[in-house]
């Protein structure tokens, strides 16, 4: 009986270790706006135009000072970020069965500090009208100013599940949201305009929803797309162990990118990839088996 006490309790480690959440955490930039439709994320600030009022824009992404991070050992950028493109928010998973949650509320409870997480309802993809309401020539458009961009580094090889949600009560109803996945982060250390559409087929040339470095950035190669994403249908993809991926996330086909903005919360949860749960099976039966077997020969 004694070995299979042993049996189990070696099983019950084994599982508790792989459920753990204690490392688990969110890190956020502090750089915020002054209007909700101005691009958020910049990673430095910086004047240009002698006006002694140091921006985002001005600093190009790579000129001036460093905006400091909550989150992050010093208050500096995450895993050695060294792009000039806007960064919102980053997360950082140790094992199985943990969900972190990017949003204002999760900022304010761990660091004290409102982070800007909010989006457009077209920042992914807007719904192919202009302002007046008349269909663009190009179709439907996704635009650089509102959309977030996060980055997301499992230790462990693992499915990684988005859901993302309106936060109630806040902006518009957006009804999808847009998803991108990118492999990497961006490396690119020239000037950053945040200005300029993507996921643009319509546009010349065209700017397809699958491709590689978007916004002018490099290191980035496309992984997998949703544009129809919410908390009851989230996007998954396969995480490899210590691999950076980039997640760039706004609302889909329901509004423009300078209108309709909401502040979202984003859910993300690491759950065992199919082979891995049934080897994890296989070695539970197993070793509880062979408890049982040498229980029986006692």
């Known amino acids: 009986m004694e070995k299979t006490q ?3 309790a070696i099983a019950g480690l084994a599982l508790s270790a792989t459920v753990s959440t204690a490392s688990a955490h969110t890190m956020y930039n502090t750089f915020t706006t002054t209007a909700s439709s101005q691009t958020d994320g910049w990673i430095r600030v910086f004047d240009g135009n002698g006006d002694a009022v140091a921006t985002g824009p001005e600093s190009q992404g790579n000129k001036g000072n460093f905006v400091p991070w909550v989150g992050t050992a010093g208050g500096a950028l995450p895993y050695g970020y060294a792009g000039s493109s806007h960064l919102n ?3 950082e998973l140790h094992s199985i069965g943990q969900t972190l949650e ?3 509320a999760d900022a304010l409870t761990r660091y004290n500090f409102a982070a800007e997480i909010d989006t457009g309802a077209g920042a992914w993809l807007d719904e192919g009208h202009s302002a007046q309401g008349a269909p663009t ?8 100013h509102q959309t977030e961009i996060g980055l997301i580094k499992s230790h462990i090889d693992a499915d990684i599940v988005l859901r993302p ?3 109630d009560g806040t902006g518009f109803n957006i009804q999808n949201f847009g998803i991108t996945v990118f492999r990497g982060m961006d490396t690119n250390t020239g000037n950053y305009s945040h200005h300029g559409a993507w996921n643009c087929p319509g546009c010349n040339p065209a700017r397809p929803f699958t491709q590689d470095n978007p916004f002018g950035t490099q290191g980035l190669s496309y992984l997998i797309h949703d544009a129809t994403v919410d908390a009851n ?8 162990a210590n691999q950076i991926y980039s997640i760039y996330l706004g609302g889909a086909g329901v509004g423009r990118w300078n209108a309709n903005l909401a502040d979202y ?34």
């Open 6 to 8: 042993l049996a189990l």
């Open 89 to 91: 928010w980053a997360a």
């Open 102 to 104: 990017i949003s204002r």
């Open 137 to 144: 020539v190009v179709g439907p458009t996704g635009w650089r």
């Open 165 to 167: 949600s309106v936060v």
């Open 233 to 240: 249908n989230p996007l998954v993809f396969r995480a490899q």
């Open 265 to 298: 919360r984003l859910n993300i949860t690491a759950v065992p990839v199919p082979g891995a749960v049934w080897l994890f099976g296989t070695a539970l039966a197993g070793l509880i088996g062979f408890g049982r077997r040498k229980a029986a020969a006692v």
